[in-house]
């Protein structure tokens, strides 16, 4: 992995606001605790402020269901997720070598769909539905503190070379 957008900036999520516009945002600085901005835009954003829910099966069940705001605002999302693995690429050159998708919105087809027919020219698209990120790479480091895996240090990309430490 070369570079990653944070939880917290760029796109919305289930819960959370991503990226806000800071104009907008001071003024609410001065009415909220540093607790309830953080909540705010951390727990009570995204899906959770349009529908009361951070369940996106859910909303693709309403969405699928004729509801025109549920579909409209999952194209949503999968437009912003498709934008963000675009502006990615740009610092990989376009070379990529897979475009992967993991967490609980892998398991909606509507936004994998929407994703992949955005970023599929870029390279393959892989879908890891669940929430095993964090135990993927905890499992990882095991295997390197065991001797089972060599460490690697990516020290920095260019086009030429990815240096390998």
Do not use: W
Not at 63 to 80: F, H
Not at 145 to 157: D, H, N, P, V
């Amino acid at each position: 992995m070369i570079d990653l957008i944070s939880d917290d900036e760029g796109l919305f999520s289930t819960e959370r606001s991503g990226g806000l516009p800071i104009k907008e945002v001071i003024p609410m600085c001065y009415e909220y605790t540093q607790k309830e901005m953080t909540d705010l835009v951390r727990k009570r954003a995204g899906l959770v402020s349009y529908f009361g829910t951070n369940d996106a099966r859910i909303v693709e069940e309403r969405a699928n269901n004729g509801d025109e705001k549920a579909r409209l605002v999952l194209e949503a999302m999968a437009y912003q997720i498709a934008k963000t693995i675009g502006e990615l690429a740009t610092v990989l050159y376009g070379e990529v070598d897979g475009i992967i998708l993991t967490g609980g919105l892998a398991h909606s087809k509507m936004i994998t769909d929407l994703v992949k027919e955005r970023t599929s020219f870029l390279a393959p698209v892989y879908f890891v539905p669940g929430e095993a990120e964090l135990l993927a790479l905890a499992k990882g480091a095991r295997r390197v503190l065991r001797g089972e895996e060599e460490a690697q240090k990516f020290q920095g990309y260019r086009k030429e070379t990815m240096v390998n430490a």
